[in-house]
């Protein structure tokens, strides 16, 4: 068993990933840390842990874990996913693993100088459901991709919410525009060539509220929008010249509904529905990291695939403050 110690008492950490490795079958949760004791020990008791460190350092020099989930800040990735890889530990970290793509050259160093595994955590890619969309588009059922058309939004004007803080990594690009980027690219095997985009920045918080992305493939366009102050929506379709297929709960599968595909011909007169019930996405994220980090063969995601993930969002970025296309 994987022994995981988890960096923080976070919400994304406690609500899904936390519970999701206590239910795999090949690692475990050993340890939680956090600045505040007695919360380590509260959130160490409720998924019974048998370590609580009052502060991370004291965690990382542990023998007790192999392994952490970094679930901090944004701004906070980089520097406690490289002490980690430092004490010897692997990492699994949330998304955004960081804020430019050159700050991940570093996370690159610190994995190849530890020989640990350092890993985005992009649940989706080990998703049932977005393995099947990859297989579709493979074996030719929609014929051609031409279009790949996503949508991602939600309402947030909470300003300690740290998606509202600039300092903390906050913006809708950052926590939601990397969705629709990382689901297109693990879909096709393709990356974008260059970029269109228009953003627009909360007058209060700074942070970026809405996008809307034209990103060129080559083969195909991706055009996008996301924003954090606009009614919840999740959909993505792939558009081809025989048939098109609708991911109609893409993201947030086990909260925003169904986990299901529907596969349309060309003719829009028949179609094929495939369900994937409970499928478990981020306990998969769980399972395959540690057989990773046990030296079995596994595809997670690099850090060479964030890296190139990270440069679409900054060609977003980019693109936002010009006319025209932007190369990514």
Not at 52 to 65: H, N, P
Not at 219 to 239: G, K, P
């Amino acid at each position: 068993m994987l022994r995981f110690g988890i960096i923080s008492t976070a919400k994304i950490g406690r609500d899904a990933v936390v519970p999701a490795i206590q239910d795999a079958e090949n690692c475990v949760v050993a340890a939680v840390a956090s600045r505040d004791l007695a919360r380590a020990r509260d959130m160490a008791d409720r998924f019974s842990a048998p370590h609580a460190f009052g502060s991370y350092e004291e965690m990382l020099a542990s023998d007790k874990i192999d392994a952490v989930y970094i679930p901090l800040p944004t701004s906070q990735h980089i520097e406690w996913a490289i002490k980690a890889a430092d004490a010897g530990k692997h990492v699994l970290c949330e998304k955004p693993i960081a804020l430019k793509a050159g700050e991940i050259d570093g996370l690159i160093a610190a994995r190849d100088r530890n020989k640990v595994i350092i890993s985005e955590a992009f649940m989706v890619t080990y998703a049932p459901v977005w393995r099947k969309v990859r297989s579709l588009i493979a074996e030719g059922a929609i014929g051609k991709l031409r279009h790949v058309q996503g949508v991602f939004t939600y309402f947030n004007r909470d300003p300690g919410n740290m998606r509202n803080i600039p300092e903390l990594g906050g913006g809708g690009l950052p926590d939601i525009g990397v969705y629709p980027t990382i689901s297109t690219r693990f879909s096709t095997g393709k990356e974008p060539l260059r970029i269109q985009a228009v953003t627009e920045r909360d007058p209060e918080f700074g942070t970026d509220i809405y996008s809307s992305v034209k990103a060129d493939f080559g083969d195909f366009e991706l055009s996008f929008y996301i924003s954090t102050q606009m009614a919840n929506r999740q959909l993505m379709v792939f558009h081809g010249t025989e048939g098109f297929i609708e991911v109609k709960s893409p993201f947030n599968a086990d909260r925003w509904g169904p986990e299901e595909i529907e596969l349309s011909n060309r003719g829009h007169n028949q179609s094929t529905i495939f369900r994937f019930q409970d499928s478990r996405q981020y306990r998969k994220q769980a399972e395959a990291f540690a057989r990773a980090a046990k030296g079995e063969q596994e595809e997670i995601v690099t850090l060479e695939n964030s890296r190139l993930n990270q440069k679409v969002i900054d060609a977003i970025y980019r693109a936002s403050e010009k006319d025209g296309w932007e190369p990514v």
